[in-house]
């Protein structure tokens, strides 16, 4: 049973680019949430989804963009980078509540030169 | 507002016990969650409190009191491989907030 998975694993990027970040739900979970760390931090909340739509927004810009698609798994769009836009990016699945907690992926670690 | 609050650090011996507090502030709570994670790598799922009290879980605890905005994670037993950061989080709405997490180091 696959967990969270979460594609590329490493990424540089140049400042003012886009870039998208995948993740695949964990086998029986529906609802996807991404979190931003930035390294020695907790995760930060970036939104979340349920039934292909942002269901609750953290406080990011509207650089930072989301799908969901009818297969549960879902992406992360940033646009015009920013150096401080160089973290780890999380996806954490769930079955609608987190009663159980969130199974999280590895991560993508992003950095932007 | 949110506000979630842990210590930076903790230092403990090898097969004794810490406690690692949090504190919260929110105006909408559904739960307390404890997570671990190793340098490097994702969080992995700890416990999870939604009501007063302690629960038990083999080696670790974890204690809510939702009228104090307080929680407890008590690890018993350490071992060297519990040498981690743990994090605190609550989820308000649809949403899980997370503290900045403790970095345990756990010596001979």
């Known amino acids: 049973d696959a967990g969270v998975t979460q594609s590329p694993t490493h990424l540089i990027k140049t400042r003012g680019q886009q870039v998208t970040l995948r993740c695949s739900p964990k086998?029986?979970?529906?609802?996807v949430s991404w979190y931003q760390q930035a390294l020695g931090q907790g995760p930060q909340f970036i939104f979340q989804?349920?039934?292909?739509?942002?269901?609750q927004r953290g406080n990011f810009p509207d650089r930072f963009s989301g799908h969901q698609f009818p297969n549960y798994s879902s992406e992360l769009n940033v646009n015009a980078l920013l150096l401080g836009d160089s973290a780890l990016y999380l996806c954490a699945s769930s079955f609608r509540v987190e009663s159980y907690g969130y199974t999280f992926g590895s991560g993508t670690r992003l950095t932007v030169v | 507002g949110q506000n979630i609050d842990q210590p930076t650090e903790m230092t403990a011996t090898e097969g004794a016990i810490v406690q690692i507090n949090c504190t919260y502030q929110?105006?909408?709570?559904?739960?307390l969650f404890w997570y671990q994670q190793h340098a490097g790598e994702a969080p992995t799922f700890l416990s999870y409190?939604?009501?007063?009290g302690l629960e038990e879980k083999g080696r670790f605890s974890s204690f809510l009191s939702r009228s104090k905005g307080y929680s407890y994670l008590l690890l018993k037993e350490l071992q060297m491989k519990d040498s981690a950061s743990y994090l605190c989080s609550y989820t308000g709405g649809f949403k899980t907030i997370f503290g900045a997490g403790t970095r345990l180091f756990v010596k001979a």
């Open positions: 929110t105006s909408g709570f559904n739960g």
């Open positions: 409190n939604v009501l007063d």
């Open positions: 989804y349920y039934e292909e739509e942002e269901r």
């Open positions: 086998s029986g979970h529906d609802t």
